[in-house]
């Protein structure tokens, strides 16, 4: 008889604290809403260019973070040395910007703008915020770190110019900068060669 009255009050007390829980009063439901991390990638500034590169098969996806202390990037221009055949065979899109692929001399120039919209459509303007994260993602469709760029292509990007630029930011290097460069670096090569013979 004992133990039969222990089991009902044991499970009035058990039925009165689920009750209580399931209150409708502040404080029990829990909800967590959280922004996406930028674990050691890059934050860039609008008109300050930086750099990023293609891995060694040509493609690769690269993550910046947009300075957190504004402005938002409302257009991005990527430049990198060399052409193809035609601007046709440049493949580019964004799910913020529209992008056109124009050639500078010996540069390919790649100009992501905003989204201009039709008043009858209802549309953002697109763009990336500050503290947005973002991605350059340079792999041929369906491929994971594997695209046409060729390996270790360098690029150079700056944000928020007004208009697409008709001169390009970067150049190669002139003939005559590149022998200074390896005249130089034998010269060190034979120094440290001849010191070696000394010692």
């Known amino acids: 008889m004992f133990k039969s009255r222990l089991l009902w009050l044991c499970c009035f007390i058990v039925f009165c604290l689920a009750s209580l829980h399931a209150d409708t009063l502040p404080g029990d439901p829990t909800m967590v809403v959280n922004d996406p991390t930028c674990d050691g990638c890059q934050v860039v500034n609008a008109l300050t260019p930086f750099t990023f590169s293609s891995n060694a098969s040509g493609g690769g996806t690269t993550v910046f973070q947009v300075n957190p202390n504004g402005p938002g990037f409302f257009s991005l ?41 039709d008043l009858a459509l209802e549309c953002s303007p697109g763009g990336f915020p500050a503290g947005d994260v973002f991605s350059v993602d340079l792999d041929d469709p369906g491929t994971v770190d594997v695209g046409g760029w060729g390996p270790n292509r360098e690029f150079s990007a700056i944000a928020n110019l007004t208009t697409a630029p008709t001169d390009p930011r970067i150049s190669a290097p002139e003939p005559s900068t590149l022998f200074l460069l390896g005249t130089g670096a034998a010269a060190l090569a034979a120094r440290k060669r001849l010191k070696s013979r000394k010692v």
């Open 77 to 117: 221009d990527i430049e990198t040395l060399g052409t193809f055949p035609s601007t046709d065979f440049v493949n580019c899109s964004s799910n913020e910007f529209n992008c056109t692929v124009s050639f500078l001399g010996d540069v390919t120039d790649i100009f992501f703008t905003q989204r201009t919209c």
